[in-house]
């Protein structure tokens, strides 16, 4: 079964540690990931926040960092194309051995987060049991199958997403409305007050996980 895990990994067991640690105000953000093999890892690279100024030579002086290319750079971003040394190579295992794509990996402060997409479950374990054999704190955050990823993507509890679906397809949000919360309460089963809860909590995680989604992972 198709599985996406969220994992969290320390910077001092991955990645950009040194960066990281002099530049704590800069986010890198992976754009996409070439893996060769699972020690030749070269993932392409957006950076942005304070402290670019001679970053390319303090990359250049990461031992994570076996090669670097400059692609582009503006003056709140530069987009390098890197080959990660050896402490990267979990990620070249997950994509080589595993099938996995990885869909999303930022570093902000001393962590990185990942969002992976494994077409097996059993990479998840995989992945695990390796992270353990090799003494890295690699946390899974979160985990769920693939049908459940819009959902879960917006921060949305399993009742948030129902009562959500049902206020839009019953009109809730036309105007003029063509039903009430009431109505949508009947419907449901639940009280007057609980539909009016539900979606105020809804509407607040989409806006938190959509609108502000890029502040959110600075902080």
């Given amino acids: 079964m198709t599985t996406i895990a969220e994992f969290s990994i320390p910077a001092e ?15 890198f953000e992976v754009d996409r990931v070439v893996a060769h093999d699972t020690a030749c890892v070269m993932p392409f690279v957006w950076v ?16 994570s960092v076996k090669q670097i290319e400059l692609l582009t750079k503006t003056d709140e971003e530069r987009f390098y194309r890197l080959e990660w040394a050896d402490e990267a190579r979990i990620i070249g295992r997950m994509v080589i051995e595993c099938g996995a794509t990885v869909q999303r990996a930022i570093a902000a ?43 879960v993507r917006f921060g949305l509890t399993e009742s948030q997403h129902d009562t959500l679906v049902e ?14 919360a009431s109505e949508l309460a009947a419907e449901l089963d639940i009280s007057h007050q ?15 996980n959509t609108l502000l989604v890029n502040k959110d992972e600075v902080q």
Avoid at 194 to 208: Q, W, Y
């Fill in 13 to 27: 067991q991955f990645a950009l540690r040194e960066t990281l640690s002099r530049r704590p105000h800069l986010k």
């Fill in 48 to 63: 942005s926040g304070e402290g670019l100024e001679d970053l390319t030579a303090l990359l250049d002086a990461d031992p």
């Fill in 109 to 151: 402060t001393d962590e990185w987060t990942l969002r992976v997409l494994f077409p097996e479950r059993s990479g998840v374990s995989a992945i695990h049991d390796f992270a353990r054999k090799h003494g890295l704190d690699l946390d899974v955050d979160r985990l769920y199958n693939v049908d459940t990823t819009r959902r």
């Fill in 167 to 180: 206020a839009y397809e019953r009109g809730y949000y036309t105007i003029p409305r063509e039903t009430d």
């Fill in 194 to 208: 609980a539909v009016g809860e539900r979606l105020r909590r809804a509407t607040g995680n989409i806006i938190e």
